[in-house]
């Protein structure tokens, strides 16, 4: 995996949006050992903190396809997972190519061979669930929307509703303390890839007004 997948984290309330199922749906999920956040730390007696990974998400994403848009059975799903891990696949939903004929799952092995009961004439690659698309739903999701770029906003709870720029959890002062320092607007944007330049000039223009 790309060394940027490795460094994303979602929230559950973000998890659920990318997979478009519900809150409820997803705790049921967790519950039963299909799909479960890297990091839950309980806070507080009503304060768990759940995020997912990159990878995560893909495993929810396959799930989600199997059980809404293939009408999958749950348990017939948690079957499938629970057999390919008694096989030595730690993460199958994510390390496998799944296929459907109606209302059967079947999975390739890496070395090509499909497990399932699969007659010989029996075609299934049409619709075997291509992870690409999957990745690309949630890259798409990490993306900051080009009409938030030199925008500023004040987001309650964040940052004590500093300004920050829309899109992202950057505080504007803190692009002000790197132009204080010295820094330009390339050397800024390293530092936070998701800034643009228009951002850049947006501080300016506070610092500015102020």
Same mark, same amino acid.
Do not use: C
């Given at each position: 995996?790309?060394?940027?997948?490795?460094?994303?984290?979602?929230?559950?309330?973000? $998890? !659920?949006?990318? +997979?478009? @199922?519900?809150?409820?749906?997803?705790?049921?999920?967790?519950?039963?050992?299909?799909?479960?956040?890297? @990091?839950?730390?309980?806070?507080?007696?009503?304060?768990?903190?759940?995020?997912?990974?990159?990878?995560?998400?893909?495993?929810?994403? *396959? !799930?989600?396809?199997?059980?809404?848009?293939?009408?999958?059975?749950?348990?017939? &799903?948690?079957? %499938?997972?629970?057999?390919?891990?008694?096989?030595?696949?730690?993460?199958?939903?994510?390390?496998?190519?799944?296929?459907? %004929?109606?209302?059967?799952?079947?999975?390739?092995?890496?070395?090509?061979?499909?497990?399932?009961? &699969?007659?010989?004439?029996?075609?299934?690659?049409?619709?075997? &669930?291509?992870?690409?698309?999957?990745?690309?739903?949630?890259? +798409?999701?990490?993306?900051?929307? $080009?009409?938030?770029?030199?925008? *500023?906003?004040?987001?309650?709870?964040?940052?004590?509703?500093?300004?920050?720029? $829309?899109?992202?959890?950057?505080? *504007?002062?803190? !692009?002000?303390?790197?132009?204080?320092?010295?820094?330009?607007?390339?050397?800024? &944007?390293?530092?936070?890839?998701?800034?643009?330049?228009?951002?850049?000039?947006? $501080?300016?223009?506070? !610092?500015?007004?102020?």
């Amino acid at each position: 995996a790309p060394a940027t997948e490795e460094l994303l984290a979602f929230p559950d309330n973000r $998890a !659920v949006k990318i +997979a478009r @199922i519900s809150l409820r749906r997803l705790r049921y999920w967790e519950e039963n050992g299909l799909v479960t956040p890297s @990091i839950k730390r309980q806070l507080s007696p009503h304060n768990t903190v759940r995020l997912y990974s990159f990878q995560d998400l893909l495993s929810l994403l *396959v !799930v989600s396809e199997l059980r809404t848009e293939r009408n999958m059975s749950l348990q017939h &799903i948690r079957r %499938v997972v629970k057999h390919l891990r008694s096989r030595g696949y730690e993460s199958p939903l994510r390390e496998l190519k799944f296929a459907t %004929v109606g209302s059967d799952i079947y999975f390739q092995h890496p070395d090509g061979a499909w497990e399932g009961d &699969i007659r010989p004439d029996q075609i299934i690659l049409e619709k075997t &669930i291509h992870l690409d698309p999957l990745r690309a739903r949630i890259d +798409a999701a990490t993306r900051r929307p $080009a009409k938030d770029a030199g925008r *500023v906003v004040r987001r309650r709870g964040v940052h004590g509703s500093k300004p920050i720029f $829309a899109g992202t959890r950057i505080p *504007v002062a803190t !692009v002000q303390n790197y132009l204080q320092a010295g820094y330009n607007s390339e050397a800024i &944007i390293e530092e936070y890839p998701s800034l643009t330049e228009a951002d850049i000039e947006a $501080a300016k223009r506070l !610092v500015k007004a102020s």
